[in-house]
């Protein structure tokens, strides 16, 4: 039976455009587009952990807001408990910590860039949200 992650990703926007990251080449799925976020922590809350990926992989604070979209997805050895939750940008400026490279898109240019198929149903998902 494949394992279970749970994993957050923020949902951050700006002048109608939405924040988008790029996987780094030595990532799993590498150089895939995605929103923000990683993994959930052992005893650590979605936010928390949010919070945290953010500020590690960007150098960027958020205010984690409400939960937006819940996907589950199966990949082939594992499988994902993908939430994404509204976030606001309270201060940082976007750095390359842990990304390859970052994007603000606007929803109806998201389908120009290649998403995880688990990302790929949250990207459909905002895209209803926004319509």
Request: hydrophobic fraction near 40%.
């Amino acid at each position: 039976m494949p394992s279970k992650i749970r994993v957050v990703a923020a949902m951050l926007e700006k002048d109608g455009k939405y924040l988008i990251t790029q996987r780094r080449p030595t990532a799993t799925l590498p150089l895939l587009w995605e929103f923000p976020g990683g993994r959930v922590e052992e005893g650590e809350t979605d936010e928390a952990a949010l919070a945290r990926e953010l500020k590690e992989e960007m150098g960027i604070d958020v205010e984690v807001r409400d939960r937006v979209i819940h996907v589950q997805h199966s990949y082939p050895n594992y499988d994902i408990d993908f939430c994404v939750y509204s976030c606001k940008l309270l201060a940082g400026r976007i750095a390359h910590h842990r990304v390859h490279d970052h994007r603000w898109v606007l929803p109806q240019d998201l389908n120009q860039y290649e998403f995880p198929a688990a990302d790929e149903k949250t990207v459909a998902q905002l895209l209803d949200l926004t319509h």
